[in-house]
């Protein structure tokens, strides 16, 4: 999912049956405001990636990314590559170590 924190661009990356806690994530981030992204505010900046579709990357885009605990200790990830028709599964082991994403209660 893409956020603002403060107006700036951020992915959080969450479990699909799970939903953001907006007051948590304010709380985890340190934002004054914490707002969900609308679409046409993220379009341009994952062109290589069908809307809704982006993995979960955020990094290779200029984006920070957090995730949370609960999806940091499960032992593989799956996710959109990009497009609606492929998925990839990724040991979140892996996904950890290439990313160094920010881990935090949501």
Do not use: W
């Not at 799970?18 to 914490?34: D, I, P």
């Not at 505010?41 to 979960?56: S, Y």
Request: negative net charge; charged residues 25%.
């Amino acid at each position: 999912m893409i956020v603002k924190l403060d107006a700036r661009l951020a992915m959080v990356v969450l479990p699909a049956s799970a939903q953001v806690s907006f007051s948590r994530l304010k709380a985890a981030t340190g934002a004054a405001e914490v707002d969900l992204a609308d679409e046409a505010e993220f379009k341009d900046r994952f062109p290589d990636c069908e809307l809704g579709a982006m993995p979960p990357f955020g990094n290779l885009y200029g984006v920070p990314v957090f995730v949370a605990q609960s999806l940091s200790q499960d032992r593989e990830i799956a996710f959109n590559a990009g497009s609606h028709a492929e998925l990839v599964k990724l040991a979140y082991a892996d996904y950890k170590r290439l990313l160094e994403p920010t881990v935090i209660e949501l």
